[in-house]
């Protein structure tokens, strides 16, 4: 007897018209998380949620079952719906929310500057770790870095957006050897705000600035 994978089967029996509005794909998305994923993997995710870094949930859906959806996402989709369903990712603000949201707009062919779409639908409160998962998949995607003055507008943007503006810098900074900023970017980054103590974000400003 031929073994059948549950998300696949599960996938294939969804109708078209999911595929013609986000907000149908939001429930697709939420029932397909957990398919595959051990129950108690799940239930011990869903009760360290004080932990998770301001999700709404965490599955523990693992990042292969997440690449899946997103291949069966695009494979059926049309970009302009898949670009809402990353808003509307983000406005729920589950941990494979935010990775699913990273994926789609890392891989949408019709988005000219994933980084503008970035900084429209990220929150005022987003976490380092949600915005390094769609920094990171952009990058992998080959997406170039946003541009100085991009980032310039960032940091006098929102908290939020000025921290988004440093990760990607740090990012993009490493792949490219660790080359100076720029006097004008290097005093944008000192003159932002920083969580007290030896945060993350402090030790990724003092690496570039101090370098």
């Known amino acids: 007897m031929s073994k059948t994978d549950p998300l696949d089967d599960w996938l294939s029996t969804q109708p078209t018209k999911v595929h013609r509005r986000a907000n149908r794909l939001m429930s697709v998305v939420r029932d397909a998380y957990p398919i595959g994923v051990p129950a108690l993997i799940v239930k011990s995710q869903t009760d360290r949620l004080g932990d998770s870094g301001g999700y709404a ?4 859906t693992p990042d292969d079952v997440l690449r899946r959806i997103c291949s069966w996402l695009l494979t059926h989709g049309e970009e302009r719906v898949l670009l809402d369903l990353v808003h509307e990712l983000w406005t729920r603000h589950g941990r494979e929310d ?13 988005v000219d500057n994933v980084w503008m779409v970035l900084g429209e ?4 409160s987003s976490t380092a770790e949600a915005l390094l998962l769609s920094i990171e998949e952009c990058l992998r995607a080959k997406h170039a870095p946003p541009s100085e003055e991009l980032l310039i507008e960032w940091c006098q943007r929102s908290l939020a957006h000025s921290h988004l503006a440093l990760l990607v810098c740090h990012a993009a900074w490493i792949r490219a050897k660790r080359p100076p900023l720029s006097p004008t970017l290097s005093d944008q980054f000192r003159s932002i705000s920083y969580p007290d103590g030896d945060s993350l974000l402090v030790r990724i400003r003092d690496q570039m600035l101090d370098s």
């Open 57 to 60: 949930f965490h599955l523990g």
């Open 98 to 110: 935010i990775a699913l949201a990273a994926l789609l707009l890392a891989n949408l062919q019709t």
């Open 121 to 124: 639908v990220i929150g005022s």
